[in-house]
């Protein structure tokens, strides 16, 4: 009887995630094919059978990250209408725990990654495109329930709320002092309620 056909994507998954550790460990410019092949006891060749090169699995490692943070804003937030909904997708993508501490680690690396690289922006583009999109539909349900003012443009607040998280998050990352999670989420709700006024 020969071996259970192995489903590609989940293996692919499987590599991303333990690039991530990797990259959470080594950083991005330190990381090597060879180094995720040993974080999975696999040999290089068997690797390189799913990703040709360092720059695709990359790629994949953080927009799995990304898509799975925007998953879980979406599905914690089902049950629930209006502003808290808004609230708890936002933060949803706060560095408040250890994994999404991880997953801004490796979206920085990432980003630094892709300054100068016109294939990594335009891969980058679709990403936020896509987290701009969720919001700015969030948005535009609070104009139809009439608790965001209807001139202003979903897509320009998405926007600018995508840009405070980002901004939380590198300055949790990157601060001696930081903002702990009660205070990223305290700071995420004072936001909110301040594009929710007229």
Avoid: C
């Amino acid at each position: 009887m020969g071996r259970p056909p192995i489903d590609q994507e989940a293996r692919r998954l499987e590599i991303a995630a333990a690039a991530a550790r990797v990259i959470r460990k080594r950083g991005l410019h330190r990381t090597k094919l060879s180094d995720v092949a040993d974080e999975l006891n696999l040999t290089t060749g068997a690797l390189q059978h799913y990703f040709k090169t360092k720059e695709e699995l990359l790629q994949l490692t953080k927009n799995t990250l990304v898509d799975h943070a925007l998953d879980d804003a979406l599905r914690v937030s089902q049950d629930v209408r209006g502003r808290s909904r808004l609230q708890l997708m936002a933060k949803q993508l706060l560095p408040l725990d250890e994994a999404r501490h991880d997953m801004w680690l490796v979206i920085i690396a990432y980003l630094g990654e892709a300054v100068g690289n016109l294939k990594i922006m335009n891969v980058q583009f679709a990403r936020y495109k896509r987290s701009q999109d969720i919001f700015a539909q969030e948005i535009k349900n609070l104009q139809a329930e009439k608790e965001i003012p209807s001139k202003r443009d979903p897509f320009i607040e998405a926007f600018s709320l995508l840009a405070f998280i980002e901004g939380i998050a590198l300055q949790v990352i990157f601060s001696k002092q930081g903002v702990d999670a009660a205070g990223q989420q305290q700071l995420i709700v004072r936001y909110i309620d301040r594009m929710l006024a007229s």
